[in-house]
């Protein structure tokens, strides 16, 4: 069964989940974070979200190769994923990951936290939602709290 959520972050970064759960909790939404490439495509067999935030270079499987698998899905074509990096060379990898498939691409130290807010908005008021599965992700954000679903 699948299900529409609002956001799926995927990052290594403990700590870069929480600030864009957070974020995300601020406009009144929710957000699903993933550290792990494999756990994601599992976890997208049964949902389908609003909004993808990838970080690009995390161990294991790449955010590139989660992104390939993402694009390869027909029931996640239309999902606009943005593609993170840490990376101040990016211009091989942005060009990369947009032709993957990637709506955008984002170098995390040089987006601005205020602007930030504003970029996750303008992508969730313009998509519709479903209600939420009663599959259990690994860690859910609403508002400024955090919930373990383990």
């Known amino acids: 069964m699948s299900s529409q ?3 799926l972050i995927v990052d290594d970064n403990v700590d870069a989940c929480r600030l864009l759960g957070a ?5 009144g939404e929710r957000a699903t974070c993933w550290h792990r490439g494999a756990d ?3 976890y997208l067999r049964d949902h389908i979200p609003r909004l993808i935030l990838l970080e690009a270079e995390m161990p294991g499987m790449s955010g590139m190769e989660v992104l390939k698998a993402i694009r390869t899905d027909p029931r996640l074509a239309a999902v606009p994923v943005i593609m993170m990096s ?26 601005l936290y205020q602007n930030l807010k504003q970029l996750i908005a303008r992508y969730l008021t313009h998509v519709s939602v479903n209600p939420r599965s009663d599959g259990k992700p690994y860690e859910v954000y609403s508002g400024e709290s955090k919930k373990d679903m383990n």
């Open 5 to 7: 959520e609002s956001t």
């Open 40 to 42: 994601t495509l599992e």
């Open 86 to 111: 840490r990376q101040w060379d990016h211009e091989d990898l942005a060009e990369i990951a947009k032709q993957q498939g990637a709506t955008e691409f984002w170098i995390k130290s040089e987006i």
């Open 23 to 27: 974020l995300i909790g601020q406009l």
